[in-house]
């Protein structure tokens, strides 16, 4: 019996053990590492944009894509991948879940959002006047 109980125990912590370590690790998870937003590869009005994911908004998202402010409708996306994020990809034209857009949130360079006069300096700073816009 004594025996039974100690294979239990160990039982369980061996699967404490696996279920901790699911998950990203700061190590190895790239945006940790510097202040820039998740690398971002989407497909939207008929063009391929890679970029950095800048801010995460209710109905678009603004990505640093070739030296520019680009901001995208969710509606125009036909399809969102996230490097090292694999639950975080949307597409067909629709918003995101909720826990999709706060994931997303976190790991863009604005997560707490992008106040008007920082993003007049990013354009400033790009040569723009406003981002450029991709919509359906």
């Known amino acids: 019996m004594r025996f039974l109980a100690i ?7 061996a699967a404490g053990c696996r279920i901790a370590s699911f ?14 937003g998740v690398a971002a590869r989407l497909e939207a009005g008929g ?10 908004g209710p109905e678009d998202i603004l990505l640093l894509a070739d030296d520019r402010i680009v901001r995208v409708a969710y509606a125009a996306i036909t399809r969102a991948t996230f490097h090292q994020m694999p639950d975080a990809g949307f597409g067909g034209g629709r918003t995101p879940q909720d826990d999709t857009l706060r994931q997303l949130r976190l790991v863009s360079r604005f997560p707490f959002g992008l106040a008007d ?16 816009s991709v919509v359906p």
């Not at 294979?7 to 912590?13: D, Y």
């Not at 944009?49 to 995460?56: A, Y």
């Not at 006069?117 to 450029?132: I, N």
């Open 47 to 56: 063009e391929r944009l890679d970029g950095e994911l800048l801010h995460v």
């Open 117 to 132: 006069d920082v993003l007049a300096r990013l354009l400033e700073f790009h040569g723009q006047d406003s981002p450029r």
């Open 7 to 13: 294979l239990m125990l160990c039982c369980m912590l």
């Open 23 to 36: 998950g990203p690790r700061v190590a190895t998870f790239e945006p940790a590492h510097s202040p820039r």
